[in-house]
Each structure stands twice: as structure tokens, then as C-alpha cells.
């Protein structure tokens, strides 16, 4: 049987209510503030007022930064975008974890699930076995999946902000594409919160360099998101200038 395509508006409800689970596996087992420097982001619109799009931000004692955010109109556009980012504080080394999942104008939905490096992979051998190995199964699972289409990104530096083991693919707007995000994506954060559990304290001296590297990468790649330049055509600069910064912290109200 041939699968049936979804609408729009179905696949954007369930990949949104995927985030949903994820954040309510987080938000029960960390303590997590929101930030009152995005509090006017929790509805935004385009400037004709066809995209709409809402943002929060939490931090807490283990989480430094947390997005939880969507922009498009289901109702309207096949483009959609989502995402839930959690980077973590300095106290420990453990990847941050990026899940960013959309629509693209031809309808194919788009997922990406990571685990983002906090150390040098091609030199911290140790790191890189702990990690990333443990996902390359996945990897090479999901490269054979006939349903799934790799997507390479145009952007030399988007290409270089992913690891080894980045998870980013197109497929129909099926219920078996939903189904394999929505498993992978439980899976990576189960796999990650393990981590977290078992995870050795960074020292203190450490920790700062820990922290400026953190802030340095999740300013760059938010600075540097090719979309933008979209975004800005949509939002125009001024708006477009504070979702950028609130993706990075640049107007946050708590530090811990």
C-alpha cells in the first residue's frame, strides 16, 4: 500500500507535539526558568502578518540555554520550522542536544537531531567513542532507509557545526516519517539524560573555558544560520536582529 501524505497543518501539529513530549521529559528532571527577555516573542508575525511564530527560552543550574520555539502558518504555507535546543551549563562535558524539525515548500518534511560537541572529535579520541560511536549505528541505519533522503545543507559552516553522527533527513509527509523522528528523537534524549546521570564534574578551573567555548559556538551558529537572511525578508531586521540573539542568549534577563 502506497503510504498517504498528510496535510500540512496534521504534520505540523504532530511534529510540534513531539517537541512538546521532549520538553516534558526535561522539564521533569531539570529546573528550568524562563527568561523574560524573550516575553515578547511568545507571538510574532511576519510583516504582511501570513507567518506567524512564537519563542521561549529557560535556563536553570544545569541547563545554560534552552529554545523551545516554531515559526510558519500551517494553514497557509508548506513551510514550516521548529526547534528545542538545550545546552547545558559547565558543569559537566556532555554534548548539547539540538532537535529542529520543518516543512519544506515541496512538503517533505525536514529533521534534524544532534549531539553537539564541546571538545575537539578528530583529537579527543575518548570523547568521541563515549558519544558519537554509540550513535553510528544509527547513522548508518537511517542512511539505508529508503524513505529518508540525507539533506546537505549549501553552508560550509553549517556542514562543519554538525557531528559525525548528525541525523538530517527529508522525507514524505507520511505517518512513517513521523514515526521514525518521533523514535528517534525519545531515543537521543533518553541516551542523553543517561549521560547526564553518569556524567563526571568538570573542575573548576575548567569551567569558564568551558563556558566561553559554549557561548562562542551558540552565538556563531545562530549569527550564521543561513536563514536569516529569509527570516529577515519576512520579519524585517529589527525583529529578525532579537530572534537571533534570543536563540543565543544575547538579551538574557538570568545567568546562573
Same mark, same amino acid.
Given at each position: 500500500?502506497? @503510504?498517504?501524505?498528510?496535510?500540512?497543518?496534521?504534520?505540523?501539529e504532530?511534529?510540534?507535539?513531539?517537541?512538546?513530549?521532549l520538553?516534558?521529559? +526535561?522539564?521533569s528532571?531539570?529546573?528550568?526558568?524562563?527568561?523574560?527577555?524573550?516575553?515578547?516573542?511568545?507571538q510574532?508575525?511576519?510583516?504582511?502578518?501570513?507567518?506567524?511564530?512564537?519563542?521561549?527560552?529557560?535556563?536553570?543550574?544545569?541547563?545554560?540555554?534552552?529554545v523551545?520555539?516554531?515559526?510558519?502558518?500551517? =494553514?497557509?504555507?508548506?513551510?514550516?520550522?521548529?526547534?528545542l535546543?538545550?545546552?547545558?551549563?559547565?558543569?559537566?562535558?556532555?554534548?548539547h542536544?539540538?532537535?529542529?524539525?520543518?516543512?519544506?515548500?515541496?512538503?517533505?518534511? +525536514?529533521?534534524?537531531i544532534?549531539?553537539?560537541?564541546?571538545t =575537539?572529535? /578528530?583529537?579527543d579520541?575518548?570523547?568521541?567513542?563515549?558519544?558519537? =560511536? @554509540?550513535?553510528?549505528?544509527?547513522?548508518?541505519?537511517?542512511?539505508?532507509?529508503?524513505?529518508?533522503?540525507?539533506?546537505?545543507?549549501?553552508s560550509?559552516?553549517?556542514? #562543519?557545526?554538525?557531528?559525525?553522527?548528525?541525523?538530517?533527513?527529508?522525507?514524505?509527509?507520511?505517518?512513517?516519517?513521523?514515526?521514525?523522528?518521533?523514535?528517534?528523537?525519545?531515543?537521543? +534524549?533518553?541516551?542523553? /539524560?543517561?549521560?547526564?546521570?553518569?556524567?563526571?564534574?568538570?573542575?573548576?578551573?575548567?569551567?569558564?573555558?568551558?563556558?566561553?567555548?559554549?557561548?562562542?559556538?551558540r552565538r556563531?551558529a545562530?549569527?550564521?544560520?543561513?536563514g536569516?537572511?529569509?527570516?529577515?525578508?519576512?520579519?524585517?531586521?529589527? #525583529?529578525?536582529?532579537?530572534?537571533?540573539?534570543? +536563540?543565543?542568549?544575547?538579551?538574557?534577563k538570568i545567568?546562573?
Amino acid at each position: 500500500m502506497i @503510504p498517504t501524505n498528510l496535510d500540512n497543518k496534521t504534520v505540523f501539529e504532530q511534529l510540534w507535539n513531539i517537541t512538546k513530549e521532549l520538553r516534558q521529559k +526535561l522539564e521533569s528532571r531539570f529546573q528550568l526558568n524562563p527568561d523574560p527577555s524573550v516575553a515578547d516573542l511568545q507571538q510574532y508575525s511576519s510583516l504582511d502578518g501570513n507567518i506567524k511564530g512564537s519563542l521561549s527560552a529557560f535556563s536553570g543550574t544545569e541547563i545554560d540555554w534552552l529554545v523551545h520555539s516554531w515559526l510558519g502558518n500551517p =494553514e497557509k504555507s508548506n513551510f514550516s520550522t521548529m526547534r528545542l535546543t538545550i545546552w547545558l551549563a559547565p558543569h559537566i562535558d556532555v554534548p548539547h542536544l539540538a532537535f529542529e524539525f520543518g516543512t519544506l515548500p515541496n512538503a517533505d518534511i +525536514l529533521f534534524y537531531i544532534d549531539y553537539i560537541p564541546r571538545t =575537539e572529535l /578528530l583529537t579527543d579520541l575518548a570523547y568521541l567513542d563515549r558519544y558519537y =560511536e @554509540p550513535v553510528n549505528q544509527t547513522f548508518l541505519k537511517l542512511q539505508d532507509d529508503a524513505r529518508l533522503k540525507p539533506f546537505i545543507s549549501k553552508s560550509v559552516y553549517v556542514r #562543519l557545526f554538525q557531528s559525525p553522527v548528525s541525523l538530517c533527513y527529508t522525507g514524505a509527509p507520511t505517518s512513517d516519517t513521523l514515526e521514525i523522528i518521533s523514535t528517534i528523537a525519545h531515543e537521543t +534524549l533518553e541516551r542523553w /539524560l543517561s549521560w547526564i546521570d553518569t556524567a563526571a564534574p568538570i573542575t573548576e578551573d575548567l569551567r569558564n573555558t568551558l563556558a566561553n567555548r559554549d557561548l562562542l559556538l551558540r552565538r556563531t551558529a545562530a549569527e550564521r544560520d543561513p536563514g536569516n537572511k529569509f527570516a529577515a525578508q519576512l520579519f524585517g531586521t529589527q #525583529l529578525t536582529d532579537k530572534l537571533v540573539r534570543s +536563540l543565543w542568549g544575547g538579551d538574557r534577563k538570568i545567568s546562573h
